[in-house]
């Protein structure tokens, strides 16, 4: 079993940036995959970021690449999501997800690839 809380988010200037936190419990944090989705009403969730077990392997949307940079600390069971030149469309409620892996270096995009979601946090980029 997997818990995951997001924090870091909040409301910011369009061009300004935002590191968000997803904290994990459970003993198993290094056998998963993680990633970060975003969605806002109305719209389906959307894939942002994946980074493999150990952090070698990482996966990004079209959309946020060259501008957001996922990493991980195992040893503190934490994932990040470091959002620089915001825009107003990356407006959303993001979530982590975990992704029971294994120890295999794979970055899934898919929601119903994941095992476990977080509550999500708001970001808000006004313009």
């Known amino acids: 079993q997997v818990q995951l809380v997001e924090s870091g988010g909040g409301l910011v200037q369009a061009g300004g940036s935002l590191r968000l936190s997803c904290a994990a419990s459970?003993?198993?944090?290094?056998?998963?995959?993680m990633g970060w989705f975003r969605q806002t009403p109305g719209k389906e969730r959307e894939f942002v970021a994946a980074?493999?077990?150990?952090?070698?392997?990482?996966l990004y949307a079209d959309s946020v690449k060259g501008r957001f940079t996922v990493s991980r600390d195992n040893a503190k069971k934490t994932v990040y999501l470091k959002m620089n030149s915001l825009k107003p469309e990356d407006t959303a409620v993001y979530s982590c997800?975990?992704?029971?892996?294994?120890?295999?270096?794979?970055?899934?995009?898919?929601?119903?690839?994941?095992?476990?979601w977080g509550q999500g946090t708001q970001v808000t980029v006004s313009s």
């Open positions: 980074i493999s077990w150990g952090g070698a392997s990482t």
């Open positions: 459970g003993r198993t944090f290094s056998s998963y995959g």
């Open positions: 997800a975990a992704a029971n892996t294994g120890r295999v270096a794979l970055t899934p995009s898919e929601p119903s690839e994941y095992n476990y």
